[in-house]
């Protein structure tokens, strides 16, 4: 008989938030080296992407808190991987670019990430790790579109 911790664990949602934790953990562990958190990795990216871009925008695409979004925007202007300037042609918006120190410090945090990704992959075969990405791709897809 299978008791109720066991039926929860054996919960494709329970294993699969497991695993997306460790993950986590590794990635964030690995790129605090750079002194960037998940989120500040995730601004840095998003600005480099779609920058120069305006600070609220950046968080409408991130769904972050503008709140939250000023906190990140400022350590990563302390650390000289962003600027923040008024925007052209309305002065109370900010545009946020990203430098060239921010640039590099997103190409080692990929590499530290992948790296992460890597070392918690390890367990599967080539093969295995090209059909999970195949299985979780589909099902984050499925998630975006309408049945």
Sequence with gaps: MTSELQRIQSLPTWLVGR??????????????????????HAVLAATAEYGPVT????GRRLAVDPKDMVGTLNHLQCEGLVLRAPHPSDRRKNVVTVTPAGTAVLSRCGTLAEAANAE???????DERKQLMTLLTRLHEAEESPA
């Excluded at 997306?20 to 790129?31: H, N, Q, S, T, Y």
């Excluded at 600070?55 to 950046?58: F, M």
């Excluded at 918690?120 to 080539?126: E, G, K, Q, S």
């Design 19 to 40: 695993v997306a934790d460790r993950g986590r953990g590794m990635v964030a562990d690995a790129i605090a080296a750079e002194g960037l958190k998940l989120m500040h």
């Design 120 to 126: 918690l992959l390890a367990p599967l075969t080539p």
């Design 55 to 58: 600070q609220a925008d950046l």
